[in-house]
């Protein structure tokens, strides 16, 4: 074959064969999420993640290395040394303890964080529009949200006067204090009295809603942290034994048994999380990718529960609700 013929081929592209007995390259993406790898609602979710890098192309030819915390702190930084270790592509990661817990690991392997409210004052990006180091992801707040769970309370109890803010500081963002500020402005304009019930145990949970039953016109606003999440199950028996009006932030915990929620769909936060760990394995930067905030909300609203507490849910309230659980 003459040499002119060669070069020919070679820009067509025909003469592939050198390149055909190459091993395709296997990308590695950790994961690590602070609950028990049992929990279904977590399951779910990290199945809207894997489904939506499946759409993107990311089949056989990548690897997902998932770490489950169970709802230990403690387990959550030895997962975090044990995940970095592997020096995976990148890592997403759900929470703020465990976002924390993986940069004291690592300045270099991209982190992708779904479920944090504040990154800045946490300390985790520079900015929101400009993240500046190697953590980027997706935020589960805006500025109203505190407000809003306090309107739903009295809507869909409009006798409620006090408001017990169940929380633990040591997984919460900024020790609590992000959501109270927001709880406590709100309040103020609401003329309604609210009082830290801070919780770490499944035994300081339950002295938390005894002591919220003792006040009357009391009620519970749930803060969205690993503690209370963990403990969900716990929480929402409690508010039903007590007759207790509460509202959390995911409706899992109103499929659960719990009155009402209102918070960000976090499936969405894992879908679009997806987009940005395809960007990273495809060359961007996490310094390039801002910090984005939720664009889904839902509103769901448990009724059995409503009526064993003795409530009746305002028709313009159960019309705007985006999930009516009728039967537990």
Known sequence: MHRRDVIALLASGVVAWPFRGRAQQIKRVGVLIPFTEDDPDARRQLAAFRTELQRLGWTDNLRIEARWAGGDRDRIGMLAKELTALRPDCILCRTTPVAKALLQETRDIPLVFVNV??????????????PGGNVTGFTNVED????KWLELL?????RVARVSVMYDPKTSPGGGAYYIRQIEQAAAVLRLTTVPAIVNTAAEIERAAEAAAREPNSSLLVLPDVTTTSHRDIVTGLAMRHRLPAIYSSSYFVQGGGLISYG???????????GYVDRILRGAKPNELPVQGPVKFELAINLKTAAEIGLTVPPNLLARADEVIEQN
């Open 117 to 130: 409210s504040d990154p800045v004052g946490d300390g985790l990006v520079a900015s929101l529009a400009r």
């Open 144 to 147: 109203s949200l505190g407000g």
């Open 154 to 158: 009295m809507e869909i109890d409009p």
């Open 264 to 274: 960000v769909e976090i499936k969405d936060l894992y879908r679009r999380a997806a």
